[in-house]
């Protein structure tokens, strides 16, 4: 299943306009990164357009990514991180409190997945931090479940949320509705593909695909970094469930036209998967 993230269109305003050319271009499935300068998650005009929208449309949502800061302003360096296991209480609640906004979304758009960042940035193991993320998740879990939302933990570089540690931390938390979200791009960066992939295979839902060349986190389309995406799929496709194509690239003007580009990318990932298969 082919689904695309909407943070390839990260600078832009997802609206009607950006909506119609996605589906125009043969996307079946979204996720949508919640960015309030991209799609105001917390606006109720905004939230009821696309509602509006996707009524009169074959256009689904997969799922939503949490979001990742808070934005003071349109650059970067104008937001503050959202981190569900920050020491600071107050900080925490107020980022569990941000990320409650963007799952009440399902109220009015169904999706299965929140894909969320157990922390920010590479952050170092300590148990302190663990037991802050345990104490936002049992709340957030229920809320989620309450509105039929599944929470997948995505693996990020570093060791605190590498997928055998996010793995441990589902089983020493016994938070059972927790699920993760295999991130291609960043097991690269860090573990490598497959041993990061079997680290998390029996509670990976879904995934996040994109290249690099194995020192930054690029977000490029598969293909133009160095990840062997023959051994990358070979390793997908040793899920016991169809786990779903979920493209997650950073828009560039280095490609002009990103909705071509991705069509290609979601066909070549299938070649390659069909090409495995055949074997």
């Not at 699920?179 to 996040?208: K, N």
Request: aromatic share 6%.
């Amino acid at each position: 299943m082919r689904v695309l993230s909407t943070y390839l269109f990260r600078s832009q305003r997802l609206g009607p306009a950006l909506l119609t050319d996605i589906e125009q271009a043969g996307i079946p499935q979204l996720e949508l990164f919640c960015a309030r300068s991209h799609f105001d998650y917390r606006s109720p005009q905004a939230v009821r357009e696309l509602t509006e929208w996707l009524d009169h449309h074959d256009l689904c949502v997969h799922s939503i990514h949490a979001p990742t800061s808070r934005e003071l302003g349109v650059a970067r360096e104008n937001s503050t991180p959202i981190s569900i296991s920050d020491m600071e209480r107050v900080r925490r609640l107020d980022a569990v409190d941000e990320i409650k906004r963007a799952i009440e979304l399902a109220e009015a758009i169904p999706f299965r997945f929140l894909i969320l960042h157990l922390g920010a940035g590479r952050e170092a193991q300590d148990p302190r931090r663990t037991e802050a993320a345990m104490s936002s998740l049992e709340h957030l879990c229920l809320f989620a479940k309450q509105r039929g939302v599944t929470i997948a933990l995505e693996n990020t570089a570093g060791e605190y949320a590498s997928p055998s540690a996010l793995h441990q931390f589902v089983a020493d938390t016994r938070l059972h509705d927790l699920r993760l979200c295999f991130d291609i791009g960043h097991a690269h960066l860090w573990e490598g593909v497959r041993p990061a992939f079997d680290a998390m295979r029996d509670l990976v839902v879904t995934t996040h695909l994109h290249d690099n060349s194995g020192e930054r986190d690029d977000h490029l389309f598969p293909y133009q970094g160095t990840i062997d995406w023959e051994t990358a799929m070979a390793a997908l496709a040793t899920s016991e469930q169809e786990l779903p194509l979920t493209l997650e690239v950073r828009e560039s003007t280095a490609e002009p036209k990103p909705l071509p580009a991705a069509l290609a990318a979601f066909e070549r990932l299938e070649r390659t998967a069909a090409a495995l298969a055949q074997r």
